[in-house]
T-cell receptor
């Protein structure tokens, strides 16, 4: 089955800096890669996703890149703000797995004012 | 805009007690899921229901049962709770690809 590794487990940055979270996956058939943000006491919320026919996708201050050859994808947050502090999860899914995602273990992002 | 609603939000059980976690979605999604979240372990799938009338095991189904009551509701039952089931439980429903999660149930088994 699919295996998703996520790094780092904790990331601490100063407000205004950029943050990068990296994930690798094992199943070359995976073709959909969502990212979720989980704020304290809440459920995860989808913030951005990318499909395997696209190399990069941006939405305001967040972007996701995908390297299919190397089987890794990354979340980039620019101009970080304290409200970006949360746990971020990457995931990978494919048609063979009924599109049920395999999640990474999460990255706790702390943005210091 | 309720989305996915879970009840209760918090629960403390004694070892051996039973309980049912309730989940309902109002988005007319076919697929519904139950996950547990433990520190450092990410989100692990317990059971899922691809459509009304069907249920399937996920990665960690032991000690749990589920019922897809209708298209809206998907419940998770612990027949005899164990301390290892102390966790935060999330219900989710799915569009073509992305999930909508509920706000979770924090369960402690003592």
């Amino acid at each position: 089955g699919e295996n998703v590794e996520q790094h780092p487990s904790t990331l601490s940055v100063q407000e205004g800096d950029s943050a990068v979270i990296k994930c690798t996956y094992s199943d070359s058939a995976s073709n959909y890669f969502p990212w979720y943000k989980q704020e304290l006491g809440k459920g995860p919320q989808l913030i951005i996703d990318i499909r395997s026919n696209v190399g990069e996708k941006k939405d305001q201050r967040i972007a996701v890149t995908l390297n299919k050859t190397a089987k890794h994808f990354s979340l980039h947050i620019t101009e970080t703000q304290p409200e970006d502090s949360a746990v971020y999860f990457c995931a990978a899914s494919n048609p063979g797995g009924s599109y049920i995602p395999t999640f990474g273990r999460g990255t706790s992002l702390i943005v210091h004012p | 805009n309720a989305g996915v609603t879970q009840t209760p939000k918090f629960q403390v059980l004694k070892t051996g007690q039973s309980m049912t976690l309730q989940c309902a979605q109002d988005m007319n999604h076919n697929s519904m899921y139950w996950y547990r979240q433990d520190p450092g372990m990410g989100l692990r799938l317990i059971y899922y229901s691809a459509s009304e009338g069907t249920t399937d095991k996920g990665e960690v189904p032991n000690g749990y049962n589920v019922s897809r009551l209708n298209k809206r509701e998907f419940s998770l039952r612990l027949e005899s709770a164990a301390p290892s089931q102390t966790s935060v439980y999330f219900c989710a429903s799915r569009t073509a690809y992305g999930y909508t999660f509920g706000s979770g149930t924090r369960l402690t088994v003592v």
